[in-house]
C-alpha cells in the first residue's frame, strides 16, 4: 500500500498526526499530516475561484504525484476538501508548525500551489488572496511570495527589483550599483547630453524619485526577513 493510500485513508478518518513540535525524518512524503495538508490545500485552492472543476485534480496529481494505485483514495480526500474554501487556515498552520524548521519545503507548497491556480489559464484575486494568505501562515517573507508568484505569473510593473533591474535574490551590493547607475542617468546633466529637451528633467526627476523608492522598499524588506529569521 502506497503512502498516498494510507494518507487518503487516514485523512477521511480524520486522524490528525500533525501537532509534533519537529521535523520528522525521512521524506515528506512519508509523512501523512504533511501530505493530507497538501491534498486539503490544493482542494480548496480549487474552490477559491468559486467553480472546483473537476479537472483541477489532474494538475494536482501532475504536481504532487500521488502513487497509481492510490489516486482514487486521494482523489476522495481531495473531493471531500474542495466543497468549500473553509478550514484551509487550519491546514496551513499545522503544516508550517510541523516543517517550520524546513522553510523551503513549505515554499515548494507554495509554488506547487501557483501551478494549480494557473492551470486553467486564469488566476483570480480570490485565488491570489488565498495563496497569500496560505504564504503567510507558513511564515514565509513577502518578498518570499512575491518572488514565487512572479515565477508563474511574471513580475509587476511596480515591483521595486524590477524598478531597480535586478533579481529578487540578487545580493544587497547589486542593489546598490543598480540604484546609483540608475540615478546616474536620471542626472539633468546626463538627460541633456543626451540630447533630450529641459521639459525631460522633470520625467527624470520622478524617475530618481522612483528608484530611491523602490530601492528602499527593497532593504527594508530585507530588513524586516532578517529580523524574522534572527
Known sequence: MGFWNRIAGRAVKRVDAAECDQCPPGLPGQDPAFSTAVTA??????KADGRAEGGEFATFAEVFQPDPGSERNVQRLYDLARQTTRGYESYAKRLAKRYRACPQLLEDVLDGLFHIAVSDGTVTHHELDYLERVAGLFNLSALTYRR???????????????????????PDE????????????????????????????????????AVNEAFDLAMQERREMAGAVL
Open 41 to 46: 490545500l490544493g482542494a480548496k485552492l480549487a
Open 174 to 209: 547589486a542593489l546598490r550599483a543598480a540604484r546609483k547607475a540608475l540615478l546616474a542617468e536620471c542626472h539633468p546633466d546626463r538627460v541633456r547630453a543626451r540630447g533630450l529637451p529641459d521639459e525631460f528633467i522633470e520625467v527624470f526627476t520622478a524617475k530618481a524619485a
Open 148 to 170: 514565487v508568484k512572479a515565477t508563474h505569473l511574471g513580475p509587476e510593473a511596480d515591483d521595486p527589483y524590477v524598478i531597480l533591474g535586478v533579481s529578487h535574490d540578487a
